[in-house]
T-cell receptor
Framework: GESVGLHLPTLSVQEGDNSIINCAYS??????FIWYKQESGKGPQFIID?????DKRQGQRVTVLLNKTVKHLSLQIAATQPGDSAVYFC????????????FGQGTTLQVKP | EAEVAQSPRYKITEKSQAVAFWCDPI?????LYWYRQILGQGPELLVQ????????DSQLPKDRFSAERLKGVDSTLKIQPAELGDSAMYLC??????????FGPGTRLTVT
């Protein structure tokens, strides 16, 4: 079946350090990937996305890397801040062409002051 | 900045009762999604609309769940009768293409 998973359920980093959150996906047909941030009691918030014709995309303090060879996705957050503390989900579109997203289990990022 | 609106934000209901959730997508977004998120897990798609038509409802428990988007704008998700296992966050998202989806704040349902 189609599934997206994250390597670590929890990641703890020191404020100011860089964070790297990893995600493995299983469907080779996926051509779109997206990262969301979800704070407690809120809906997922879009962070950054990437299409399969790219291997890297940068935003403000965030970078997404895509390695299609090993089906791996990562989110890098530079100079992590306390406000970055949240659960981070990766998602893929699988073999669907309708826009349906398949989410992983999530990684909780804890930022220590 | 345009946002997806959902109401209510919280709902407590007894099992066997009916419950309904409402979603108003970002203006102009033709695609609307309803997801269910169990605590500690990622969202799972229940139903997807393109304008007023259902595109995917393969994961919707149709014996108790129903969804509609009559005029292709706002949408209602209903559960009747509610069961204890339905306790979850119900999220609505919208998109103007088949890629980037924007989520609302969700409705937290507790079934007692």
């Amino acid at each position: 079946g189609e599934s997206v998973g994250l390597h670590l359920p929890t990641l703890s980093v020191q404020e100011g350090d860089n964070s790297i959150i990893n995600c493995a996906y299983s469907n080779s047909a996926s051509d779109y990937f997206i990262w969301y941030k979800q704070e407690s009691g809120k809906g997922p918030q879009f962070i950054i996305d990437i299409r399969s014709n790219m291997d890297k995309r940068q935003g403000q303090r965030v970078t997404v890397l895509l390695n299609k060879t090993v089906k791996h996705l990562s989110l890098q957050i530079a100079a992590t801040q306390p406000g970055d503390s949240a659960v981070y989900f990766c998602a893929e579109n699988g073999s669907s062409n309708t826009g349906k997203l398949i989410f992983g289990q999530g990684t909780t990022l804890q930022v220590k002051p | 900045e345009a946002e997806v609106a959902q109401s209510p934000r919280y709902k407590i209901t007894e099992k066997s009762q009916a419950v309904a959730f409402w979603c108003d997508p970002i203006s102009g977004h033709a695609t609307l999604y309803w997801y269910r998120q169990i605590l500690g897990q990622g969202p799972e798609l229940l139903v997807q609309f393109q304008d007023e038509s259902v595109v995917d409802d393969s994961q919707l428990p149709k014996d108790r769940f129903s969804a509609e988007r009559l005029k292709g704008v706002d949408s209602t998700l209903k559960i009747q009768p509610a069961e204890l296992g339905d306790s979850a966050m119900y999220l609505c998202a919208s998109s103007n293409d088949r890629y980037e989806q924007y989520f609302g704040p969700g409705t937290r349902l507790t079934v007692t």
